[in-house]
């Protein structure tokens, strides 16, 4: 394979070092490494190409001050590296149809920098893809095994002489998961593209990173519902009008099972109702994490559970039911498949859309950009978490100063 740039090689090293990752045989893994290691001298080969140049841009550059009759040195720029690098490639490819890890395809592969800043820009805001557990695959469908929960009934016991019986085994379910593809574009005029590299680079990687977080949010929150709005056997939303039904959450529904690992997720409205709640002296019950500043817990009983609080506009209370609270451990509860393959291709002649949102980018003079991912998410162990509403007139209560604060605050001990 033919590189123009280091950054090539290194988003080519990306890819290949994740296909390791993924062998499953010694055999496999073997010819990806030979493969790797064919990279590697290429990565080089472009290291000793700018070293070169370095060293001949300094020997070059008296010499031609000289020719020139300057009185020093003319100093050149060296090459741009790492994220700097990146952008002007990106850019660079943006009259150009391009594709990360398809350039068999005669695509242009997405530089590792322009990928990494994308994930950070998504994980910049609140992301629920870090409370679930999340699971890199290479293939579009698939089933994974999982040994089901439950206690052993023991050994039984056994006379001198007498025959062993025979004990019941552990029991496994498997899961089948396959990957949907989400995407969307969105355009720019050929005039901004004549703009600096990094307000174009800026502009696409900020739009394809909020998308992709708010697209992970409201998968994970789908599934997370599924068992409260399925047809069959749905179960109740939990009703939580004080700390004594987030107690009884955590150490009956839970229980030791899970209690130890959750944590409890709500918005910023529910946020504000367990603000107000107090322990004996008066203090609120919500502390910072002396070693994490920026996390946070809550005193529930004997428990510190981890606090995490979504913002409303991707949680948002329910006018009826009031504030979501999620109770549990969400990485055991839930599994978000992720395919690893964002594509993102740019084109100045393509027509996309339908209706009032159909551009031509060709007649138009526009540069269409369009990006796509491929995910799924399924749950895994339903008991593990517990989803419900702080009931509106008891939040509102809450909020209007100390006594309803109080008055909150003593209700709960029905639990």
């Known amino acids: 394979m033919k590189f123009e740039n280091k950054s090539e090689v290194l988003a080519a090293m990306g890819v290949k070092y994740k296909e390791m990752e993924a062998c499953e045989s010694q055999g496999e893994f073997d010819a990806k490494s030979a493969e790797f290691a064919e990279l590697e001298s290429a990565l080089k080969r472009f290291e000793a190409l700018e070293a070169a140049e370095k060293a001949y841009a300094a020997a070059a550059a008296p010499v031609e001050a000289k020719e020139a009759g300057a009185e020093g040195a003319i100093a050149k720029d060296e090459p741009e590296a790492g994220y700097e690098a990146d952008v002007k490639a990106f850019a660079a490819a943006a009259r150009k149809n391009f594709s990360e890890?398809?350039?068999?395809?005669?695509?242009?592969?997405?530089?590792?920098?322009?990928?990494?800043?994308?994930?950070?820009?998504?994980?910049?805001?609140?992301?629920?893809?870090?409370?679930?557990?999340?699971?890199?695959?290479?293939?579009?469908?698939?089933?994974?095994?999982?040994?089901?929960?439950?206690?052993?009934?023991?050994?039984?016991?056994?006379?001198?002489?007498?025959?062993?019986?025979?004990?019941?085994?552990?029991?496994?379910?498997?899961?089948?998961?396959?990957?949907?593809?989400?995407?969307?574009?969105?355009?720019?005029?050929?005039?901004?593209?004549?703009?600096?590299?990094?307000?174009?680079?800026?502009?696409?990687?900020?739009?394809?990173?909020e998308n992709a977080r708010v697209t992970d949010n409201l998968i994970v929150l789908a599934t997370l519902r599924e068992k409260y709005t399925r047809t069959e056997n749905p179960e109740s939303y939990e009703v939580i009008e004080g700390l004594g039904d987030l107690k009884r959450i955590l150490n009956v529904k839970l229980g030791q099972t899970f209690a130890p690992t959750s944590s409890i997720v709500t918005n910023d409205d529910g946020l504000q109702w367990l603000d107000t709640l107090k322990d004996k002296e008066g203090r609120t019950l919500i502390k910072e994490n002396e070693n994490d500043p920026l996390k946070r817990y809550i005193s529930v009983g004997f428990r510190k559970v981890p606090l995490e609080v979504v913002p409303n506009s991707d949680l948002p209370t329910d006018a009826t039911k009031g504030a979501p609270v999620i109770v549990g451990d969400l990485k055991e509860g839930c599994q978000l498949i992720d395919r690893n393959a964002l594509s993102i291709k740019a084109s100045d002649t393509a027509a996309i859309g339908t209706g009032d949102d159909a551009v031509n980018a060709y007649s138009e003079d526009l540069t269409v950009w369009r990006g796509l991912e491929r995910l799924d998410c399924r749950l895994k162990d339903e008991a593990s978490y517990y989803m419900g509403h702080i009931k509106p007139e008891t939040a509102a209560s809450a909020g209007a100063g100390e006594s309803g604060t109080q008055g909150a605050g003593d209700s709960q001990n029905k639990g």
Not at 131 to 151: F, H, I, M, P, W
Not at 156 to 173: C, D, M, N, T, V
Request: no cysteine.
């Open 101 to 209: 890890g398809v350039p068999a395809d005669g695509g242009y592969t997405v530089p590792e920098a322009i990928s990494t800043k994308i994930n950070k820009l998504r994980d910049a805001k609140f992301s629920l893809r870090r409370l679930v557990s999340v699971r890199n695959v290479k293939t579009s469908s698939g089933e994974d095994t999982y040994q089901k929960r439950g206690a052993g009934a023991g050994f039984s016991s056994i006379s001198e002489g007498g025959k062993i019986p025979k004990i019941a085994g552990p029991k496994f379910f498997r899961l089948p998961w396959k990957v949907e593809k989400y995407g969307g574009f969105m355009f720019a005029t050929n005039e901004l593209l004549s703009d600096t590299d990094a307000n174009i680079v800026g502009t696409v990687t900020e739009w394809f990173a």
